[in-house]
């Protein structure tokens, strides 16, 4: 049985959930795993090997911090290229959410103005689609 569009929304923008949640604040995988559960309820046994994937591509660093309760925790924090991928990934999260709702919504843009990831505004999307449908009453 195929995974539902849920599951596969979420494994695709998990990465980028991550990368926000640590312009924020610097985090350890517990915390971060939490908070993304909370938010939109993916499990704790994914981040972990996303952690090390985004260390190993130099997106995030790691550091010690002693716990009172503990042991020491693993914090990471976003280097320099983890900053630039997330500017990167926020800008086509939104152009792509942007499209699909438009194309919910029965008003899609131009596949130019998708490629270009230019933003759509609502007033435009109204005009094309009543372009369209006076070109198919023709």
Do not use: H
């Not at 998990?14 to 350890?28: N, P």
């Not at 795993?33 to 790691?62: H, K, W």
């Not at 990471?76 to 800008?91: C, I, M, V």
């Amino acid at each position: 049985m195929p995974e539902s569009i849920d599951i596969q929304l979420k494994k695709g923008v998990l990465g980028l959930c991550v990368l926000a949640l640590l312009a924020r604040d610097d985090s350890y995988a517990y915390e971060i795993a939490s908070r993304l559960s909370d938010a939109i309820g993916m499990g704790e046994g994914t981040i972990y090997p996303l952690m090390r994937r985004m260390q190993t591509d130099g997106l995030v660093e790691t550091y010690l911090v002693e716990s009172p309760s503990g042991p020491s925790r693993k914090y990471y924090r976003l280097t320099n290229a983890g900053r630039a991928a997330l500017e990167g990934q926020t800008a086509e999260w939104r152009a792509f959410a942007q499209a699909v709702e438009a194309l919910v919504a029965n008003t899609a843009p131009s596949s130019d103005t998708i490629a270009a990831g230019a933003p759509v505004e609502p007033a435009a999307l109204t005009d094309q689609s009543a372009d369209a449908q006076r070109g198919a009453e023709q």
